[in-house]
């Protein structure tokens, strides 16, 4: 018998699971060929699939994916092909996720378009379904299955060859062992924040239904006419909170969908205005998701990045590679564009960026296209410590705030909700001091929700499981020469193993693979759908080629 265990099944799991069942199914087509796998999944939550970001008890519906639909899938283009063969069925069960996307067409009208925004919700749908069509593939091919939901692995040590799974019910606090395994994915996700000590600060925008209630609550302990509610970050997440707060009101929408107006309305908070602030080191929202640029690169070319590594041993210089995306900014644009221009937008407000950014300028698309390039280059990995660390403090905000944009919709209601009176923003500069809930002078906010990313000291991870782990030294936070880049010490070269403690320095356990938010700086070069796909199909290769070994 061959175990296998994939602990969280949000998009990395399930991406796991269903590239090991189809990985399994093709190398033991034949039905009952699989009689000698078991695969167990281990979820907190009680639906398995969507994870935080896409589960609908955290989301709301009008917070939509930042990607397309033709960028989100577990394999090639199937978001859209699954949203196209399940049309009635996601009408009829999901009409209120179907409008948020198109609200100006009649339901009967509708047909998935693969350049649309879609709710977070609906994709955790998806995920649902192919997680269950996934299992049920690996039943009928004679593999056993056990799922472990409302259930959190807390331990974990190798033994006798395998490796020993300790789960906690969180119901009951009863324990269990999973002994044996023979591989296990570590997919826990986005790591959930620690409560902040502050009574007056939110640690996460999400659920919405919570933010809410913790407003609901300061108003019975202290009722107010006008509130003041600071959104701490200005990503993709803090947009979301935004429109949280909004929800009460009314958006007046154009022919296209798009808002031209709002109407708040504060009813729900018992309050007769609301001021919102939205806060960041740079005080600009990330630009809007248009097509890409039509744009053949001249600088940020592979056989270039191959010449970088040639010259440094493998290393890329990050002196060297800032330069080629320089030459390719100016390049582009006839040298309209350049770093500082992109780093530090020469707009007065994020109000005038955001005007700019609804309308397409040829400019902006230009700058997105060539920083996601450089994003993608995947050029973090072979950074030397020195680089890293100049990166993570200083150059990744930037990049990242270029390359992962928002879509329009979400765009124009920034814009209205500014025109309304009801946002402001303020930047903080990048020398203000992260640490403090809401980083403002002069004002006094009611409530904070903390939307600004999150710490990825390894030693500070809320899971018992990651803290047991490290302390057994099964895991190793990633370091180099010193400097610790955040998150578990596993990547692609050791085919997303995970270093370990348990032998000689560099050694990858024989058990424990990780992708994901947990590894070593994830987002700086794999935070995107396909980076998720990638991964999944390497360790599924991988955990076969072993199992096969290992039966020999």
Not at 2 to 14: E, L
Not at 73 to 97: C, K, Q, S, T, Y
Not at 148 to 174: C, P
Not at 288 to 303: C, G, I, K, M, S
């Amino acid at each position: 018998m061959v175990r296998y265990c994939i602990i969280g099944t949000g998009f990395s799991g399930t991406c796991m699971l269903w590239h090991l069942v189809d990985a399994l199914c093709r190398q033991a087509p034949e039905n009952g060929g699989l009689r000698h796998v078991e695969i167990a999944t281990v979820e907190r939550r009680p639906r398995n699939g969507p994870g935080l970001p896409y589960d609908s008890d955290e989301v709301a519906p009008y917070h939509l994916c930042n990607n397309p639909a033709d960028k989100m899938a577990l394999f090639g283009n199937d978001f859209v092909d699954w949203m196209l063969a399940h049309r009635d069925e996601l009408i009829a069960l999901h009409p209120d996720l179907i409008r948020e996307a198109h609200p100006t067409l009649a339901l009967d009208q509708w047909q998935p378009q693969a350049s649309t925004f879609y709710p977070r919700a609906l994709f955790g749908v998806y995920l649902s379904m192919r997680f269950e069509q996934a299992c049920a593939l690996a039943r009928s091919r004679g593999a056993t299955i056990r799922r472990y939901n409302g259930v959190e692995a807390i331990d974990g040590v190798t033994r006798d060859g395998g490796f020993d799974l300790t789960l906690r019910e969180l119901a009951t606090g009863q324990l269990r062992i999973l002994a044996g395994m023979d591989k296990v994915l570590l997919a826990s996700g986005h790591w959930e924040q620690a409560a902040p000590r502050a009574p007056h600060v939110l640690a996460s925008p999400y659920p919405a239904r919570q933010v809410h209630r913790a407003i609901a609550a300061l108003q019975l302990a202290q009722p107010k006419e006008r509130l003041t509610l600071c959104v701490r970050g200005m990503g993709p997440s803090a947009v979301d909170a935004i429109l949280s707060l909004c929800e009460g009101g009314v958006f007046e929408l154009d022919a296209d969908g798009l808002a031209t107006r709002f109407l708040p309305c504060w009813d729900s908070f018992r309050a007769s205005a609301v001021r919102i602030v939205a806060t960041s080191r740079s005080g600009f929202f990330p630009g809007v998701r248009w097509p890409l640029a039509d744009y053949a690169f001249a600088h940020l070319t592979d056989e270039n990045m191959a010449a970088l590594r040639a010259r440094h041993d493998g290393r890329v210089d990050l002196t060297a590679l800032m330069a080629l995306v320089e030459r390719e900014l100016r390049a582009a644009s006839h040298n309209d564009l350049d770093l500082d221009a992109v780093f530090r937008p020469p707009y007065a407000d994020a109000y005038r960026k955001l005007l700019v950014d609804v309308r397409g300028e040829p400019l902006e698309r230009l700058a997105h296209t060539i920083i996601l390039r450089a994003r993608r280059l995947r050029f973090y990995q072979d950074l030397n410590a020195a680089d890293k660390r100049l990166y993570d403090t200083q150059l990744d905000t930037h990049f990242i705030r270029t390359a992962v944009p928002i879509p329009l919709q979400n765009a124009r209601k920034l814009i209205a909700l500014i025109e309304a009176g009801v946002l402001s923003t303020v930047a903080l500069g990048y020398e203000a001091d992260a640490a403090g809930p809401a980083g403002l002078t002069g004002i006094e906010p009611d409530l904070v929700i903390c939307s600004h990313g999150q710490n990825y000291d390894l030693n500070r991870h809320p899971s018992p499981l990651i803290r047991h782990l490290l302390e057994r030294k099964e895991v190793l936070a990633y370091s180099e020469d010193g400097y610790r880049t955040g998150g578990i010490g596993a990547s692609e070269a050791t085919g997303f193993r995970v270093l370990n403690g348990l032998g000689a320095a560099g050694a990858c356990s024989a058990h424990l693979s990780s992708f994901g938010p947990v590894t070593q700086y994830w987002q700086n070069q794999n935070n995107f759908a396909a980076a998720f796909v990638s991964a999944a199909q390497v360790v599924a290769q991988d955990w076969l080629a072993s199992a096969s070994i290992e039966r020999e």
